[in-house]
T-cell receptor
Framework: DTGVSQDPRHKITKRGQNVTFRCDPI?????LYWYRQTLGQGPEFLTYFQNEAQLEKSRLLSDRFSAERPKGSFSTLEIQRTEQGDSAMYLC???????????????FGSGTRLTVV | AQKVTQAQTEISVVEKEDVTLDCVYE???????LFWYKQPPSGELVFLIR??????QNEISGRYSWNFQKSTSSFNFTITASQVVDSAVYFCALSHNDYKLSFGAGTTVTVRA
């Protein structure tokens, strides 16, 4: 397994367009997380899945954002009617249960950098 | 509420110097977890260490060492004999549950040859 994969690495879109990002976690990991990182800041939690169930969503995740993990494997994050404020790095991570109590923490992907023009 | 403060925005050192990154946290929980991550220019966050609130032992891993002091709510990170490959953004993070991390703003470390 090569780790957490995210696609695309970069996305430039015009304001008002919809975009979708994909995350492929480590295959045996049942948890999947999405974080957003703006320039000069640390990542901020958006949402997480336990298998296919979305268990928590941050208030940062407005109605324009939707995340799915239909079969408990890969996940997609869609942003509808993009705004310039959505420009950020979107990071995906995966883990086994109780990641914060394991010596390895999460495994993060390299992220998708979104630029809204 | 949980909060992580990394007061140093940028640190620049010459190779072989030691560098210490400060991390101060706030939490009302008695059980919590502290982390350090490294983010090189390629973008992915690399896990360095986890420490739980009941374990105040300092830890050393190669050139890396961590000093956890509950009395001052600090979890500082030292790189000894820094190398150019240590150049990256370093994040301290806090969690009180088993799924959500709260990150500090990060400290950019530049090691000059």
């Amino acid at each position: 397994d090569t780790g957490v994969s995210q696609d695309p690495r970069h996305k430039i879109t015009k304001r008002g367009q919809n975009v979708t990002f994909r995350c492929d976690p480590i295959s045996e990991h049942n948890r999947l997380y999405w974080y957003r990182q703006t320039l000069g800041q640390g990542p901020e939690f958006l949402t997480y899945f336990q298998n296919e169930a979305q268990l928590e969503k941050s208030r940062l995740l407005s109605d324009r954002f939707s995340a799915e993990r239909p079969k408990g494997s890969f996940s997609t994050l869609e942003i509808q009617r993009t705004e310039q404020g959505d420009s950020a790095m979107y990071l995906c991570a995966s883990s086994l249960d109780r990641a914060t109590q394991a010596n390895y923490g999460y495994t993060f992907g390299s992220g998708t950098r979104l630029t809204v023009v | 509420a949980q909060k992580v403060t990394q007061a140093q925005t940028e640190i620049s050192v010459v190779e072989k110097e030691d560098v210490t990154l400060d991390c101060v946290y706030e939490t009302r929980d008695t059980t919590y977890y502290l982390f350090w991550y490294k983010q090189p220019p390629s973008g992915e966050l690399v896990f360095l260490i986890r420490r739980n609130s009941f374990d105040e032992q300092n830890e050393i891993s190669g050139r890396y060492s961590w000093n956890f002091q509950k009395s001052t709510s600090s979890f500082n990170f030292t790189i000894t004999a820094s190398q150019v490959v240590d150049s990256a953004v370093y994040f301290c993070a806090l969690s009180h549950n088993d799924y959500k991390l709260s990150f500090g703003a990060g400290t950019t470390v530049t090691v000059r040859a």
